[in-house]
């Protein structure tokens, strides 16, 4: 099963921006759709960025024009471009798969937005 590890966050004031990046392993790891996921305190895990072997992308509305998520198959990274960030998006980011399912979670990357 392919596995994941996250980078790149950190404390950043409200409207910066950070770059999170997640490395895979697996050799299948260019067919699935890829997403990013977050889960502040006391919720539920939710995916906020999803995209498609092939390029095509999907956002939550919470996220919507703000976030970018890009993907690099030949080096098996994924990433998300996050501007504009909000103390609302303070959570922890995991990057896993979308199809199939996820499996199993790793730590994520802790994203804290704060003046």
């Known amino acids: 099963q392919v596995q994941f590890v996250e980078s790149g966050g950190g404390l950043v004031q409200p409207g910066g921006s950070l770059r999170l990046s997640c490395a895979a392993s697996g050799s299948i790891f260019s067919i699935y759709a890829m997403g990013w996921y977050r889960q502040a305190p006391g919720k539920q895990r939710v995916l906020v960025a999803g995209?498609?072997?092939?390029?095509?992308?999907n956002y939550a509305d919470s996220v919507k024009g703000r976030f970018t998520i890009s993907r690099d198959n030949a080096w098996k990274m994924v990433y998300l471009q996050m501007n504009s960030l909000k103390p609302e998006d303070t959570a922890v980011y995991f990057c896993n798969t979308r199809i199939p399912p996820p499996g199993s979670w790793g730590q994520g990357t802790q994203v804290t937005v704060s003046s």
């Open positions: 995209i498609t072997s092939g390029g095509s992308t």
